[in-house]
């Protein structure tokens, strides 16, 4: 073999070395590409806690499928904790082989063959919160067992984790997901103590920033060990003034999974509810029964005027920009220059709530015209300043449209 052909034998081997390089660096997945606006989606913890199953879940994606919230955007059919029981002779993680007998493969397939998505539980501590197998040491192997069944979304867990530097123990899953190469959206759940929202970017796709909601419009309850803590509605919310500046496409401030139509708040506290996660770019996580829903909870959950404040490709969290007592003005700057606005009424009075133009960034002298989200029609063009009587723990959420 003369020179000539050598030279071209080993520059054609490395060309395809480079080329084959460029693909995988192609095909790797960037963290911040997957949920580029909040995930939609349905987790079974709030109605159901440890009371999982394989049929429970197949209905519940059976229910999103056919009753309009798949149409509106709900993807995720999420397993929250106790499908776990052990781990076998390799150390692969084993689910619970009387609640879920056809396997996480099976179901993972049902689910999308509804056209939804599916999602799984675990916890960076040797045990999730209910004790089942944690990930801790598995972070890999749990990893490629995920991937191998389908899945598309793990909501990772803090208990049992002692003196683990959070960031580290979540970068360490983080990576696991990613070199399994399926795209597996990532919802870290520390429960704000390590302040999340300062270097979950590039880590996970969305993060805890409380303790766990409850089913209550306020309330503050400590856990049974004494630590810090089980909180209604409006306290998460409360949590999440100062921290929109950390929420954009890909990596988004999380308030906690919602409470609409489990029973513990009025139709107008589950309006509020939900209006506020919308705005909020909060994951909208229904975590109800979807199955049985009155019309009244099922209309909230669709709003699809609502979710499309949620949805917006700008991806801007809104923020408080006025609060006087009881009465306050939240919004979020949306793509098109608009502005979806809250006006809340947290008294036990009806109260007129008004919202002036420059207090969310536009001058005084402009007219605009103003949609109301919940009535879904004009309420009319105005200058200057919108106001609306708002009944006591309730909301008037608009649109302001210059
Ligand atoms: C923690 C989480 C909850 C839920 C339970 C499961 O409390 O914050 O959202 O996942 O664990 O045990």
């Known amino acids: 073999m003369n ?16 080329v084959l390089l460029q693909c995988q660096a192609s095909a790797q997945i960037q963290r911040d590409s997957l949920a580029q606006t909040p995930p939609m989606g349905w987790n079974s913890w709030n109605k159901f806690a440890c009371n999982v199953s394989e049929d429970l879940i197949k209905s519940v994606a059976d229910a999103i499928a056919s009753n309009g919230m798949r149409e509106a955007g709900y993807q995720y059919v999420v397993i929250d904790d106790c499908w ?11 689910a619970d082989p009387q609640r879920f007998p056809s396997g996480i493969k099976a179901l993972a397939d049902h689910v999308h063959s509804k056209g939804l998505k599916f999602g799984i539980y675990s916890d960076a501590g040797a045990r999730t919160c209910a004790g089942r197998p944690g990930s801790q040491g598995h972070e890999y192997q749990d990893a490629l067992q995920y991937a191998r069944w389908g899945v598309d979304y793990l909501k990772y ?13 979540y970068s360490t899953m983080s990576r696991a ?5 399926r795209p597996i959206v990532f919802s870290l759940c520390e429960w704000g103590t390590a302040k999340p929202w300062l270097w979950g970017k590039g880590i996970g796709n969305l993060w805890r920033n409380t303790g766990d909601i409850s089913d209550k419009w306020s309330s503050k309850k400590k856990w049974p060990d004494g630590s810090c803590c089980e909180y209604g509605m409006v306290d998460i919310l409360d949590q999440q003034v100062g921290l929109a500046a950390f929420a954009g ?33 909060a994951p909208l996580i229904a975590g109800n029964n979807v199955r049985s829903m009155s019309p009244e909870i099922k209309e909230i959950l669709t709003n699809l005027e609502v979710i499309a404040v949620n949805q917006d490709k700008l991806g801007r969290e809104g923020e408080r920009v006025k609060k006087n007592g009881d009465l306050e003005v939240w919004a979020k700057t949306l793509a098109d220059g608009s502005r979806a606005v809250i006006l809340f009424n947290r008294g036990s009075e009806e109260a007129e709530v008004s919202v002036a133009w420059e207090e969310i960034g536009y001058p005084a002298h402009l007219t605009a015209k103003v949609r109301d989200l919940w009535a879904h029609k004009e309420a009319g063009t105005f200058t200057g300043s919108y106001s609306a009587k708002v009944p006591s723990h309730a909301v008037v959420m608009v649109k302001i449209i210059p």
């Not at 030279?7 to 490395?14: H, K, Q």
């Not at 988004?252 to 939900?274: C, K, L, Q, S």
């Open 3 to 18: 020179c000539t052909v050598k030279r071209g034998i080993t520059g054609a081997l490395f060309l395809f070395a480079v």
């Open 84 to 94: 776990q029981v052990s781990r076998d002779e390799n150390g692969f993680i084993v």
């Open 157 to 169: 867990d803090w208990c049992n984790t002692g003196t683990r530097n959070a960031e580290e123990a």
């Open 177 to 181: 997901l990613l070199a399994t190469g």
């Open 249 to 281: 496409p890909g990596h988004w401030n999380d308030p906690d999974m919602m409470e609409v139509g489990n029973g513990g708040m009025t139709i107008p506290e589950y309006r509020a509810h939900f209006s506020f996660w919308a705005l909020l770019a």
